[in-house]
């Protein structure tokens, strides 16, 4: 698992991608991104600051 900032983007790497991209989809409050070459991105300019904190802790959650 790899997470970077490319551009205005956050990119988590990871082999399971899809299913990463399941559980945070289906969450009560869903985090909705899309994937590119294996890597669920995130455009950082859509999220709110106070809400990175709980979008980072769904994303380990997730990948657990």
């Not at 600051?49 to 994303?59: L, V």
């Amino acid at each position: 698992i790899r997470l970077s900032l490319v551009g205005s983007e956050m990119c988590i790497r990871d082999s399971s991608v899809d299913d990463l991209e399941e559980k945070l989809r289906l969450r009560a409050k869903p985090i909705v991104a899309r994937i590119h070459r294996r890597q669920y991105l995130l455009c950082v300019r859509t999220i709110r600051e106070e809400d990175f904190a709980e979008i980072a802790a769904a994303a380990a959650e997730a990948i657990r």
